[in-house]
């Protein structure tokens, strides 16, 4: 028998054997010629991905909790005011680290968890500016709400002020164009639709950004996320001259590289709409057996991940029982829901039988709970839209 379990957690996620193959090559050095090609060919690829083509990749060791802290870092100085649009606990994480860094902070709450704030609400705020910059999380991961990062960007622009979007849960598998759309940074972490295992903190700067650091008054107080560090390495890699400040985690960017490298191959639009497809078929699923999104609605729904309050008389036990049946799914995290819904990621190299099979573990812990409805309806409306 197969002991092997499907892990459909809002990252780490599954990876592709490519990628877990590249994670065990022998180990290069840091500055070898194959490894500044590798290196270079991830900073150019990252481009393309959000589509910057004017954008300044870094990517440093870390989680993406120091990519929030790289952007944060270079782009406040104390005194400065920053606008968060809260969409959940990473948002409200932003919150800390801004003021760690001495933003004076202004946090947006939703009408309800589940929505996000109205953009009205976003201009009326942005109104009473200025602001250095305002945050946006694309994807709450602990929500599972999809926030309209092009029309907040839109307001950003009208105000004068860095639109910087969290796109940890969402970079490589929800629509972003950075460029288009005027996002001024972009910053994300490896471990979920970038599809390479944890440890990679990745930001992209946009030029407004870099110009806001250019500018700065006071020393970045971060010694290891400040740019006037990373800028030069990154700029050498990418001319094949490696060059060093902190040993870079060779095998993960040997392995981001790869990554990457699908992803083109795969196109940016066709990897969004299966996204968009695989989540549509698996809400379609859950909806069909009763249970009911945290979303407000489909639209403000992430494509990465789904959150869903457990059914009558079910809780938090189900999670067991769904590991039981091989797959992984996730509690809930955020303090206002408690434990009274679960998460299931759905990106990256996720598959329509991943779907599937997530679905039939969850009916099959279900109906061991004693939850009365009609099993396979769930399979059999997510395979409808699959064949859709
Ligand atoms: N932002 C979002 C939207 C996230 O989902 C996460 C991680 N779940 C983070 C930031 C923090 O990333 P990390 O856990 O890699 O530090």
Redesign the pocket.
Known sequence: MKDRRLLMI??PVEFTPEVLQAMSLPTTSHLAANFAEVFGQALERLREVVRAPGGQPFVVA???????EIAAANLIEPGDRALVVNT?F??E??VSILERYGAEVTVLTPPVVGDTPPPEAVEEALKKGPFKLMTV??????TGVLTDVRTLALLGRKYETLVVV?????VAGEELWMEEWDVDLT?T?S??AIGVP?GL?IVVAGARAMEAFRKRKTPVRSYYADWANWLPVMESYEARRPIYFGTPPVNLVWALNVSLGQMLAEGLENRWARHRHLSAAFKAGLTAIGLKLVPVSLQKAAHTLTTAYYPEGIDARLLGLILEAGVIVASG?HSALGDRYFRVGHMGAVTASDILATLGAIEWALARSGYPFDVGAGLAAAERVLAG
Do not use: E, I, Y
């Open positions: 809002p990252g870390g989680s993406g909790t120091l990519a929030m959940g990473f948002s994480r932003f999380t694309q994807v709450d991961t602990s969290d796109g940890v849960c969402s910053l972490a471990q979920k944890p903190a995290r």
